[in-house]
């Protein structure tokens, strides 16, 4: 595995890169799939085990790591800072509850059309915005 690890780490920083284009993509896939053949067949020859069960191995390893690799990621995100209190608007909105039919009024948002609460797990919906 550790041939691989290298190649993992730049493969991550330049798909990152906002200024890759799609096109570059394909010759950097053949790469992975060359590099994880590399890994496949060194791990077969050192362990004694058939390709096609190193394969599986291998495949189902760098699945594990890209997932948990992702929950990493999102845990790792903070969510993003309040704006500060001269770009807030005020705001007169009322929501309901579809569901259970609680009401919530909204007094100052981000903007003038904000996203809407969420209550049961819903979206609310918007009453009328009070004048
Ligand atoms: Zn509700």
């Given at each position: 595995?550790?041939?691989?690890?290298?190649?993992?780490?730049?493969?991550?920083?330049?798909?990152?890169?906002?200024?890759?284009?799609?096109?570059?993509?394909?010759?950097?896939?053949?790469?992975?799939?060359?590099?994880?053949?590399?890994?496949?067949?060194?791990?077969?020859?050192?362990?004694?085990?058939?390709?096609?069960?190193?394969?599986?191995?291998?495949?189902?390893?760098?699945?594990?790591?890209?997932?948990?690799?992702?929950?990493?990621?999102?845990?790792?995100?903070?969510?993003?800072?309040p704006p500060e209190?001269?770009k807030l608007?005020?705001?007169?909105?009322?929501?309901?509850?579809?569901?259970?039919?609680?009401?919530?009024?909204?007094?100052?948002?981000g903007?003038?059309?904000?996203?809407?609460?969420?209550?049961?797990?819903?979206?609310?919906?918007?009453?009328?915005?009070?004048?």
């Open positions: 595995m550790s041939e691989l690890e290298p190649a993992a780490g730049t493969d991550e920083d330049a798909s990152e890169d906002p200024g890759s284009q799609p096109g570059s993509r394909w010759p950097r896939r053949l790469a992975w799939l060359g590099g994880i053949l590399v890994v496949v067949v060194v791990i077969a020859l050192v362990a004694g085990t058939s390709l096609v069960a190193t394969t599986i191995a291998v495949l189902a390893g760098l699945l594990i790591l890209r997932t948990g690799w992702f929950f990493l990621q999102s845990f790792a995100t903070p969510p993003p800072e209190p001269g608007r005020k705001v007169k909105l009322t929501y309901r509850c579809s569901i259970c039919g609680a009401e919530v009024r909204m007094t100052v948002a903007s003038e059309d904000p996203e809407p609460p969420r209550h049961c797990l819903e979206d609310m919906e918007l009453v009328a915005p009070i004048d």
